[in-house]
C-alpha cells in the first residue's frame, strides 16, 4: 500500500509541474483548508490540480484535534458540476473521493466520498461548504484560497 501512495504522491508532483487546461474555468491552483467535524473533528488542507476540463487531483492531509490519530496522508478527486447545471462565478459545486493513510504506527486505509458548494468571494478567496462519508463521516466549513 506504501507503493501506491508513493505512486499517487509521483502523480500530483507530475502535474503540478506541467498542469495546463483548456477548462472555460480554472479549477486548479487552489489551497482548500478546512475545519471538519463528524466523527473525528480535525483540520485539512488539499492543492488542487486541474488535469482535465472540470476533474481536479489533489493531494490532501488531515490533522485530528483528538483520538488515536494523528496524521492522515492521501489524495483526493473532485468534478466540477457547473456546466451540468448552468453554474457562473461565484458559485462552484463538485463531487469526488478521497482516500488515503492513517499515520500513526499503522496504515490504515481510508475512503471517503464527498460533495461540497464554494461561494467565491473576491478572486483570490471563497467560502466552502463540504459534506462526505465513507470510512469516517464528516462535513466541514473552509476557505478556498485561488492562487
Known amino acids: 500500500m506504501k507503493q501506491v501512495f508513493k505512486f499517487i504522491l509521483a502523480v500530483c508532483v507530475f502535474f503540478m509541474a506541467y498542469n495546463s487546461s483548456e477548462a472555460q474555468e480554472n479549477y486548479g491552483g487552489v489551497l482548500n483548508s478546512f475545519v471538519k467535524f463528524g466523527d473525528n473533528s480535525s483540520i485539512a488542507a488539499h492543492y488542487e490540480i486541474q488535469v482535465a476540463p472540470n476533474l481536479t487531483f489533489s493531494p490532501e492531509g488531515r490533522i485530528w484535534f483528538s483520538g488515536d490519530n494523528s496524521l492522515a496522508l492521501g489524495a483526493r478527486s473532485d468534478y466540477y458540476f457547473d456546466d ?17 493513510f492513517i499515520v500513526d504506527g499503522v496504515d490504515n486505509f481510508d475512503l471517503n466520498l464527498h460533495v461540497g ?21 464528516a462535513g466541514g466549513i473552509g476557505l478556498g484560497i485561488h492562487l
Not at 90 to 98: E, F, K, S
Not at 117 to 137: Q, V
Open 84 to 100: 451540468i447545471f448552468n453554474l457562473s462565478e461565484p458559485w462552484d459545486i463538485w463531487g469526488g473521493v478521497d482516500a488515503g
Open 117 to 137: 458548494i464554494e461561494y467565491k468571494l473576491s478572486e483570490t478567496f471563497g467560502l466552502i461548504l463540504e459534506f462526505g462519508g465513507g470510512t469516517t463521516t
